[in-house]
């Protein structure tokens, strides 16, 4: 097998690997959520606010750990 031909599969293999773990997760939690659902019953609801939340602000968590690896800056406080 040539090695264009291993790029192109690595190539196809990392958007595949990308769509699972970037749209999966969220279609399962919907699911699971949907077929929970019950107006007096409160955990979907706080599931869904975590869910969202952490959706919101993994990009920025990520994204602070690498600047700060980057520039050298300490991850642990200093007693």
Not at 36 to 50: E, G, L, S, T, V
């Amino acid at each position: 097998m040539s090695k264009k031909k291993l790029k192109q599969t690595g190539g196809a293999q990392a958007i595949i690997d990308y769509c699972l773990n970037r749209f999966c997760p969220p279609l399962i939690i919907g699911f699971l959520l949907w077929s929970h659902f019950a107006i007096d019953n409160w955990k979907p609801y706080a599931i869904m606010a975590m869910y969202l939340f952490a959706e919101r602000f993994h990009y920025n968590v990520g994204y602070a750990v690498g600047y700060c690896k980057r520039e050298g800056i300490a991850f642990e406080i200093e007693k």
